[in-house]
């Protein structure tokens, strides 16, 4: 059980910022919200990862909303190389063995 | 920067046969993660390990086992095997540090066919 939910697909034009939303309705107070992201014939990669407070990286911004419900990911300027399965994951704060629960995920296709 | 290793990068194996997927941590990371990714399908946790202990475990058939060994390397052992074990299997590691988990860093992949 995923336990997130995320559109299955979306589209952005390249050198624009694109906004990935998650929805985790059911989040526990220590669950962390991680963000990875899977290019074609590669292993996942890690995004960026948060608990309340909004965060910021090389790679991407996290914003998390206030009740902790939903969370968006966001790329500030879109590249070709950016297009990828993006995965919300929910982090397992009471068993804190880090396993990574995969969910449908949302395809990005970035456009010239 | 040192990534994850995995060996072999491919392996083809027939129905009954067995197979061992090696992987190699990023040099001091003590938590080891499997994951097996069917075609067309998202990833699935397999098996964990921290300091060599097995510390969780997902939706691993009896038919396969793992471990940790004392260099931080993991094995992963596959017998019987059937024409739905085809499949990318990751690895990945991550270190604790602080009594907190860090990020995972995945391998390349084993692609297993089986036929």
């Known amino acids: 059980d995923a336990k997130t939910t995320q559109p299955n697909s979306m589209e952005s034009n390249e050198e624009e910022p694109v906004h990935l939303p998650c929805n985790h309705s059911t989040i526990s107070g220590t669950d962390y919200i991680h963000w990875y992201r899977q290019l074609p014939s590669q292993g996942p990669e890690y995004v960026i990862h948060?608990?309340?407070s909004n965060v910021n990286n090389r790679m991407a911004s996290l914003a998390i909303a206030e009740d902790r419900k939903s969370s968006t990911l966001i790329l500030h300027r879109a590249t070709l190389r950016d297009a990828a399965v993006y995965y919300c994951?929910?982090?397992?704060?009471?068993?804190?063995?880090?396993?990574?629960?995969f969910g449908q995920g949302t395809t990005l296709q970035v456009k010239p | 920067a040192a990534g994850v290793i995995q060996s072999p990068r491919h392996l083809i194996k027939e129905k009954r046969e067995t197979a061992t997927l090696k992987c190699y941590p990023i040099p001091r990371h003590d938590t080891v993660y499997w994951y097996q990714q069917g075609p067309g399908q998202d990833p699935q946790f397999l098996i964990s390990f921290y300091e060599k202990m097995q510390s969780d475990k997902g939706s691993i058939p009896d038919r396969f086992s793992a471990q940790q060994f004392s260099d931080y390397h993991s094995e992963l052992n596959m017998s019987s095997l059937e024409l739905g074990d085809s499949a990318l299997y990751f690895c990945?590691?991550?270190?604790?540090?602080?009594?907190?988990?860090?990020?995972?860093?995945f391998g390349p992949g084993t692609r297993l066919t089986v036929t």
């Open positions: 994951i929910r982090g397992d704060g009471s068993s804190n063995t880090g396993k990574l629960i």
């Open positions: 948060g608990l309340t």
């Open positions: 990945a590691s991550s270190l604790r540090l602080g009594g907190r988990l860090h990020e995972q860093y």
